[in-house]
């Protein structure tokens, strides 16, 4: 069985950090890009940022570049996402997304990811 499972959300102050762990199990970790994407609420899903091990490729969207990390632990089959200089804007919940194929790890593409987490809320007040 397929499992991603986030966690580390939580309520912080704007200026301040905090770090996503998505724990993967169930598919061959290395085979896939990982990525996490977010939506807040009355807007759509979007890209945050996503890391292929097999391409040593990694993606930020516009809004994070500078401010978020993500990086991988193969032998925990883990993905973390380090978010410092937290901003209200940041507010929304963070999914952890697998996919596989050179676009959707490069372009961090939505409609290539197979498999979701349930999401977990990050909260950044001002």
């Known amino acids: 069985e397929v499992q991603l499972v986030e966690s580390g959300g939580g309520l912080v102050q704007a200026g301040g950090s905090l770090r996503l762990s998505c724990a993967a199990s169930?598919?061959?970790?290395?085979?896939?890009?990982i990525g996490w994407f977010r939506q807040a609420p009355g807007k759509e899903r979007e890209a945050v940022s996503c890391?292929?091990?097999?391409?040593?490729?990694?993606y930020y969207a516009e809004p994070v570049k500078g401010r978020f990390t993500i990086s991988t632990d193969n032998d925990k089959n883990t993905v973390y996402l380090e978010m410092n200089s937290l901003e209200p804007e940041d507010t929304a919940v963070y999914y952890c997304?697998?996919?596989?194929?050179?676009?959707?790890?490069?372009?961090?593409?939505?409609?290539?990811?197979?498999?979701w987490g349930t999401g977990i809320a990050v909260t950044v007040s001002s």
């Open positions: 890391i292929s091990s097999r391409l040593g490729s990694t």
């Open positions: 169930g598919f061959t970790f290395d085979d896939y890009a």
């Open positions: 997304a697998a996919g596989r194929g050179g676009y959707t790890a490069i372009y961090c593409n939505y409609y290539g990811m197979d498999y």
